[in-house]
């Protein structure tokens, strides 16, 4: 008979007990980490501009809702839709190699996501064309994705 992979039945208990163990602001080391990588892999593949990673509110948010919303942007490799569906949306998993002592491709899934709970907005070009998702915790199903419009 064959193995059955194992499955999590309560992923916002798993995410929040998992952010529990980490201190309060390692959402910021966690996604500047990844801008940081996003940028190392566009120069891998030829790219030789400078890399810009900026912390900032995001003022449209700030306009058009009136509410404050931390914003990191990175001219990095960006990510398709469907990686996005892929890297941010399954735990444990990431677009660079894993290693015990280097990428888990946990970290700003577990930090930022229960920080922020109403939504990670994920704006993202690769090759001319965008996605818009929101990582967000649906009060039914717990953490996941949402796709809008762009």
Not at 27 to 50: D, F, H, M, P
Request: hydrophobic residues 35%; glycine residues 10%.
């Amino acid at each position: 008979m064959p193995t059955q992979g194992m499955q999590v039945d309560n992923t916002a208990f798993l995410i929040e007990k998992l952010a529990s163990d980490c201190g309060p602001t390692q959402y910021v080391r966690e996604l500047t980490s990844n801008a940081l990588q996003a940028i190392e892999a566009r120069r891998a593949a030829g790219w030789k501009g400078e890399g810009l990673v900026i912390w900032d509110v995001d003022w449209k948010a700030v306009d058009t809702h009136d509410v404050y919303k931390l914003q990191i942007s990175d001219n990095g490799t960006g990510m398709t839709g469907q990686e996005i569906q892929q890297y941010i949306n399954h735990l444990s998993s990431s677009g660079r190699i894993q290693d015990r002592a280097k990428n888990f491709g946990l970290g700003a899934k577990i930090t930022a996501s229960v920080k922020s709970p109403a939504g990670l907005v994920y704006k993202s070009w690769r090759d001319g064309s965008g996605t818009f998702e929101v990582s967000w915790k649906d009060p039914e199903t717990g953490y996941g994705l949402k796709q809008l419009e762009l």
